[in-house]
């Protein structure tokens, strides 16, 4: 068939782009399968209605989806499908590609074989993708509830400091308002010595002015009897008063003294902070590959785990059996001296809150006969039971 062809030029590379020979504004875009002719997307859907094409472009654009569009286009050569399925290199291969790369090689061309062959290797990496799915979702959860715990514990801890602080503040609060009472009890008995005596000087002061008074007056009336009254009278007066002692009471002595903040024994009133970072070691094992346990401990043939890191540190939970019991360690180097608490879990897959758990030992023994009763919840469906140990150690 005669294509109209449209040049572009450039400065150094000249491209040709096919169009439409019935649109010839529109360039080509698909090919009929029906009629082996390069169309446009105008003629698709008039002209060849209802053909079967082979999308030349982007298969993903809008218009394609109003054709009807084959999509087993070969990746190499895009006016052929892939028609042949190669036995021996399990790929969907076109004539072509056949002819160049698979010549010789064992293949079928009957395509609901070639569907049945391909759908039989999708569908357990279906399966497979969709349990890493449920995987990573149950991953995902658990990391949000550990998130929202962490939330939580944090929210929970603030409010206990800010709690004891308030509480230190009150104390000392108090012990504040207990020294200024002290203080204003010293300076009160002070002040009352003091006014009583202020209140004595100045009856003695009025006395004695007012029998001044009363001898200017007898010096100037100029009588005798008068002035012999009150040189009598001011000779006692004087008498008293030259015999009072004049010795000035002071204030009771107050000296405070600013104490010095210790932020040390400050922290430790309100205290004591410890960081502590939590890692999981996992294990799943077949039941019927965990090996049996020997008289001596030494005997056991182990069923390992997976070896995990936790900073500079390995570790890899094994397990054994033998039957009656199913023995389970977590192999690592364990400092105690940092760690907070160390749980063992028997994950229960039916009931979460029906899970084993065990504190404070990194060796432990669980009923064989209850893992192994499907009824219990500790199987998954492909015999496999689930071990953790969760280790809590101080943040350095």
């Avoid at 504040?176 to 004595?200: A, I, S, T």
């Amino acid at each position: 068939m005669a294509e109209v062809c449209e040049t572009l030029q450039f400065p150094s590379t000249v491209i040709t782009k096919p169009m439409c020979p019935v649109h010839k504004d529109q360039p080509v875009g698909y090919f009929c399968q029906n009629c082996f002719q390069s169309v446009c997307f105008g003629c698709a859907t008039t002209t060849h209605e209802g053909h079967e094409f082979l999308d030349l472009g982007d298969e993903s654009k809008p218009e394609s989806q109003r054709l009807k569009i084959n999509k087993d286009k070969c990746t190499v050569h895009k006016y052929v499908t892939m028609n042949y399925y190669c036995e021996r290199c399990s790929v969907p291969v076109c004539a072509d590609c056949f002819i160049v790369g698979h010549n010789g090689h064992p293949y079928s061309e009957n395509k609901q074989k070639i569907i049945g062959k391909l759908s039989e290797r999708l569908r357990p990496l279906n399966e497979d993708l969709k349990k890493e799915i449920s995987k990573l979702e149950n991953y995902h959860d658990s990391l949000k509830v550990n998130v929202d715990e962490t939330e939580k514990n944090i929210e929970e801890i603030s409010n206990r400091i800010d709690e004891q602080v308030q509480k230190i503040c009150r104390e000392v609060e108090n012990q504040g308002e207990k020294m200024k009472k002290r203080m204003r009890k010293g300076l009160d008995e002070g002040k009352g010595k003091l006014d009583k005596q202020k209140n004595e000087t100045l009856n003695i002061i009025k006395c004695l002015k007012s029998n001044v008074k009363y001898n200017d007056e007898a010096l100037q009336d100029r009588y005798i009897k008068p002035l012999s009254v009150q040189i009598t009278e001011s000779e006692k007066q004087k008498q008293e008063s030259s015999s009072r002692k004049l010795d000035v009471l002071t204030l009771t002595d107050i000296l405070f003294k600013i104490g010095n903040i210790n932020e040390v024994q400050l922290s430790q009133m309100i205290g004591s902070l410890n960081i502590i970072n939590i890692a999981t070691i996992s294990g799943s094992f077949f039941v019927n590959t965990i090996g049996p346990a020997g008289w001596l401990k030494r005997n056991n043939k182990w069923k390992k785990g997976p070896v995990q890191t936790i900073g500079d540190l390995t570790y890899y939970i094994q397990v054994c059996t033998d039957k009656s019991n199913l023995f389970v360690e977590l192999v690592g180097l364990i400092r105690w001296n940092q760690i907070h608490q160390l749980k063992f879990k028997m994950v229960n897959i039916k009931d979460k809150q029906a899970t084993i758990i065990e504190k404070g030992s990194n060796e432990n023994t669980v009923n064989w006969y209850e893992l192994t009763n499907r009824d219990n919840g500790f199987l998954d469906k492909q015999n496999k039971i689930s071990i953790e140990y969760e280790i809590q150690f101080y943040k350095e």
